[in-house]
Structure formats: structure tokens, C-alpha cells
Nanobody, 117 residues
Framework: QVQLVESGGGLVQPGGSLRLSCAAS????????MAWYRQAPGKQRELVAT???????NYADSVKGRFTISRDNAKNTMYLQMNMLKPEDTAVYYC???????????WGQGTQVTASS
């Protein structure tokens, strides 16, 4: 059974930091491209950052220079370090694992991130 479990969300003041984790089980983690998405209330889910099996990363323009995606294949875990958080970063953050051209595509349950004073 495939499971992606996000953790690390919470309430933080604008300008603060959080580190999200996504722990994977039931898949050969190292062969999956991984990504973080987010969905704010009333908005569509959007791509935040991606990391390939080779460690190549890509970011949405809105988070470049503030967020860092990484992965630890030995621990079957992906991370998102979020610095200089803004109120507009408030959303539910989802972990995604994708193999090939989407022949296998899995999602976590999401973790809430709120940047507010």
C-alpha cells in the first residue's frame, strides 16, 4: 500500500520559516520524481517545486529564492524548507510522487501552512 505522509505544517508569522516533510512508503522512492503542490482556499492547486530522481530542482516563480526542495533517498523522505513566508503562502501543501509519464501518480493527504500575524 502506497502512503505519502506530510508533516511540519503549522501557524507561523510572516517572515518566519517552516520545514515540511513527506515520508513515503510502499514505493521505490528513488525512482520517483517528487513534487510539492499547494492549494489555497477558493483557488486551484498549483505546483510549488519539483525534484527529479537525479536531484534536479525547479520552482514556481512565487517561491524562488525563499523555498528549497530536497530529498533523502536513504530515508524515503522529501523536504520543503520554506523561509521568509508570506501571507499568500497560506495553503494546504501536498506531496506528489510520479513515475514515468504519470503511469504511477500518488498524493499525500496534505498539511496546512498558515502565515499570519
Amino acid at each position: 500500500q502506497v502512503q505519502l505522509v506530510e508533516s511540519g505544517g503549522g501557524l507561523v508569522q510572516p517572515g518566519g520559516s517552516l520545514r515540511l516533510s513527506c515520508a513515503a512508503s510502499g514505493i521505490i522512492f528513488r525512482i520517483y520524481d517528487m513534487a510539492w503542490y499547494r492549494q489555497a482556499p477558493g483557488k486551484q492547486r498549483e505546483l510549488v517545486a519539483t525534484i527529479t530522481t537525479t536531484g534536479r530542482t525547479n520552482y514556481a516563480d512565487s517561491v524562488k529564492g525563499r523555498f528549497t526542495i530536497s530529498r533523502d533517498n536513504a530515508k524515503n523522505t522529501m523536504y520543503l524548507q520554506m523561509n521568509m513566508l508570506k501571507p499568500e503562502d497560506t495553503a494546504v501543501y501536498y506531496c506528489n510522487a510520479r513515475y514515468g509519464l504519470g503511469s504511477a501518480d500518488y498524493w499525500g493527504q496534505g498539511t496546512q501552512v498558515t502565515a499570519s500575524s
